[in-house]
T-cell receptor
């Protein structure tokens, strides 16, 4: 069975600092991996996805993630945090399609001035 | 573009009442699904459908019914609401092929008292 672990339910950074949100997965088949962002009282918006090919994936708003098969990880990074990045971030895995997503428990990012 | 539309946005029910959460998409996606979001638990799959007339259970189906009579609509029915069903419900849709993403509605916040 697939599963996702997000380390750290809350992460706080200063504006301009590096953002690192951790995601580890387990999957018996080559995974499709996703990062979604949720702003307060909003739905989920796709930040980026890994399906096949290049392991470094660039997404919207300056975020990127690297698929590391040996570490079963898909950590999300952004070089310089902005106040508008404050939101909840979800890592998700699927068996190869965008359906039947298995989500992590989420990480709430706070950005301080 | 409307995308995925959920109604209502907010609902308060008394224990034992029934109601239907509506979900409609205008992207001609084959796959539709319902998730519930609870604090500290991420999103969990309730039911999903791969096309009109076909539905299946997800991780947490108890207490919920679904049907898919058209490609566009995928309503979620609570037959006898319980306080444990207090949650935020999200509908999602995606085309059934690889290298794509799930599109989420804005959510329905349901409180059962």
């Amino acid at each position: 069975a697939q599963s996702v672990t997000q380390l750290g339910s809350h992460v706080s950074v200063s504006e301009g600092a590096l953002v690192l949100l951790r995601c580890n997965y387990s999957s018996s088949v080559p995974p499709y991996l996703f990062w979604y962002v949720q702003y307060p009282n909003q739905g989920l918006q796709l930040l980026l996805k890994y399906t096949t090919g290049a392991t470094l994936v660039k997404g919207i708003n300056g975020f990127e993630a690297e698929f590391k098969k040996s570490e079963t990880s898909f950590h999300l990074t952004k070089p310089s945090a902005h106040m508008s990045d404050a939101a909840e971030y979800f890592c998700a895995v699927s068996e190869g399609k965008a359906d039947k997503l298995i989500f992590g428990t989420g990480t709430r990012l706070q950005v301080f001035p | 573009n409307a995308g995925v539309t959920q109604t209502p946005k907010f609902q308060v029910l008394k224990t034992g009442q029934s109601m239907t959460l509506q979900c409609a998409q205008d992207m001609n996606h084959e796959y539709m699904s319902w998730y519930r979001q609870d604090p500290g638990m991420g999103l969990r799959l309730i039911h999903y459908s791969v096309g009109a007339g076909i539905t299946d259970q997800g991780e947490v189906p108890n207490g919920y019914n679904v049907s898919r009579s058209t490609t566009e609509d995928f309503p979620l029915r609570l037959l006898s609401a319980a306080p444990s069903q207090t949650s935020v419900y999200f509908c999602a849709s995606s085309p059934i092929n690889r290298d794509t993403e799930a599109f989420f509605g804005q959510g329905t916040r349901l409180t059962v008292v």
